[in-house]
């Protein structure tokens, strides 16, 4: 199960906090990705975290912004994105990555859990 | 505009078969594996096919994937109205060090 928290209403050059709570499978052993759709487009890849913490890579759309971390010990994911615009309202989704070793590196290969999503409204 | 492209929409009466393409480029189709995944109006995405052609045991058999070269296909068969969804393909880039998502592509049930 992975429940995401922390959405609402945030200022236009605020920040946000996202938590994802998860249970039922061994954490440490996943990597884990946080997923976002806004009103009326598809779903763009925010960001994706390895299992032990030691990679993290980022959207476009967020990269210099955002920073996902994970707490092993709470099996809980997050996601902070700071000088929010309008272009990040959305649903945030979490879940987990599962990996693959092709030529001798782990990638991400699909994503097999997903949370019911936090709603992200950036507005004045 | 997204890396990986897909067709906005398509559709088909219940009962067909469609198909919805993927494509993308060396560094992604052509070295990784696809996976797809259903959004179902006001639902989290759902995976319904990975490693290009594989379904998770809950997904029925009328979902089939498939690839070739720098291109995946997601085939739905003996469609029903509540296929009716947002399908979207996904894949690791290596060169970019990135989850790609199609655009997605809107099925409609006729």
């Known amino acids: 199960q992975l429940v995401e928290s922390g959405g609402g209403v945030v200022q236009p050059g605020g920040s946000l906090r996202l938590s994802c709570a998860t249970s039922?499978?061994?954490?440490?052993?996943?990597?884990m990705q946080w997923v976002r759709q806004a009103p009326g487009k598809g779903l763009e890849w925010v960001a994706i975290?390895?299992?032990?913490?030691?990679?993290?890579y980022y959207g476009d759309s967020v990269k210099g912004r955002g920073t996902i971390s994970r707490d092993n010990s709470e099996s809980t994911v997050f996601l902070e994105i700071n000088r929010l615009t309008a272009d990040d309202t959305g649903v945030y989704y979490c879940a987990r990555v599962r990996y693959a070793l092709v030529r001798g590196v782990l990638i991400p290969y699909y994503f097999d859990y997903w949370g019911q999503g936090a709603l992200v409204t950036v507005s004045s | 505009q997204s890396v990986l492209t897909q067709p906005p929409s398509v559709s088909a009466a219940p009962g067909q078969r469609v198909t919805i393409s993927c494509s993308g480029s060396s560094s992604n189709i052509g070295t990784n594996y696809v996976s797809w995944y259903q959004r179902l109006p006001g639902t989290a995405p759902k995976l319904l096919i990975y490693?290009?052609?594989k379904r998770p045991s809950e997904v029925p058999d009328r979902f089939s994937g498939s690839k070739s070269g720098t291109s995946a296909t997601l085939g739905i068969s003996g469609l029903e109205t509540g296929d009716e969804a947002d399908y979207y393909c996904?894949?690791?880039?290596?060169?970019?060090?990135?989850?790609?998502f199609g655009g997605g592509t809107r099925l409609t049930v006729l």
């Open positions: 996904a894949i690791w880039d290596s060169s970019l060090s990135s989850v790609l």
């Open positions: 490693d290009d052609n």
């Open positions: 039922g499978f061994t954490f440490k052993s996943y990597g």
């Open positions: 975290i390895w299992p032990d913490g030691t990679e993290d």
